[in-house]
């Protein structure tokens, strides 16, 4: 499997994806999978420029994902999926046979309670996230590889136990 | 002698952590004009919280100029959506320490034109020595 981490960051491409993991990890692609960028020549465009030359960026939408995923497994690179919500990458764990999961930033919004420095999550995300793991994918968060993985259950707290 | 009205605002600094905190503190510690400078720090924000907090530094400090830190940066990356309808701010990607104190002790009266300046001294400034083998 090429692909090395499967990452719900709703910042997408930035410095942590391009060069906390994409350094150490050797990155030589990206798949970002959002419909609103795929829809966009000028979103696409804008997250090309943050991303460095030896790296490619692919884009498609969550329903077109599940038939090119195999594709960019297949690819002798290590590679980052990355979509911005946790809706996207349920769909992509019922669909493309994703197994791990990485939290990697969901940032503060009114309707969000924070879970950690980097994580808030609407009750919304939290039954998403929750499906992902009762579907048999491992999920963690960790938003660089130099900290340590933190179990979901952890991350919603000790009365939130995962199915 | 020493003039103590505070220089008022020219440009926003932004950057992950502390780094625009941290420049802006050298900048005052070597020149004391580090109040030309208003910094922000991506840390912490989603990327449409963090496009509306540079909007709102810009307008209220009237800042015509930004400094970010890094290519693939969410501050870099925010700069360059304001950018999409602000092409009046000029955007510096990139900032070092030798180019903002060249910004900060500019007496060039528009902010952009003293950062073009700024941008090749920031450049120049990084040299190498040594590093020969034992």
């Not at chain 1, 990155?27 to 419909?35: K, Q, S, T």
């Not at chain 1, 969550?62 to 297949?74: P, Q, W």
């Not at chain 2, 950018?83 to 002790?105: E, I, K, S, Y």
């Amino acid at each position: 499997v090429s692909i090395v981490l499967n990452r719900i960051d709703d910042r997408l491409i930035h410095g942590q994806v391009v060069v906390g993991w994409g350094q150490p990890l050797d990155i030589g692609f990206i798949v970002l999978v959002d419909d609103e960028v795929a829809a966009s020549d000028w979103e696409q465009e804008l997250y090309r420029m943050g991303t460095p030359p030896d790296m490619e960026v692919h884009f498609h939408s969550v329903a077109d994902a599940a038939a090119v995923l195999d594709r960019y497994r297949a690819d002798e690179r290590p590679g980052i999926l990355l979509t911005g919500t946790t809706a996207s990458m349920l769909e992509l764990v019922k669909t493309a046979g994703i197994r791990e999961v990485n939290i990697g930033g969901i940032h503060h919004r009114a309707d969000r309670k924070p879970r950690l420095r980097y994580v808030f999550l609407s009750p919304e995300e939290e039954q998403q996230l929750r499906e992902m793991a009762s579907l048999g994918a491992t999920v963690t968060a960790q938003d660089v590889p130099a900290t340590h993985p933190m179990d979901l259950s952890e991350v919603l707290g000790s009365e939130a136990s995962v199915q | 002698m020493s003039d103590t009205t505070r220089a008022s605002i020219r440009a926003i600094v932004a950057g992950h952590g502390d780094f625009a905190k941290g420049l802006i503190s050298a900048v005052e510690a070597i020149t004391g004009r580090g109040s030309v400078f208003r910094g922000v720090s991506g840390s912490g924000f989603s990327a449409v919280d963090l496009e509306e907090l540079l909007r709102r530094e810009i307008a209220d400090t009237g800042a015509t100029v930004v400094f970010t830190d890094l290519q693939a940066g969410s501050c870099t990356m925010a700069a360059r959506r304001v950018l999409r309808d602000r092409t009046d701010v000029l955007f510096v990607c990139g900032v070092n320490l030798p180019m903002l104190l060249d910004f900060a002790l500019s007496t060039e009266p528009v902010a952009m034109t003293a950062a073009r300046h700024a941008i090749e001294r920031g450049k120049a400034a990084i040299t190498s020595v040594g590093g020969t083998p034992t």
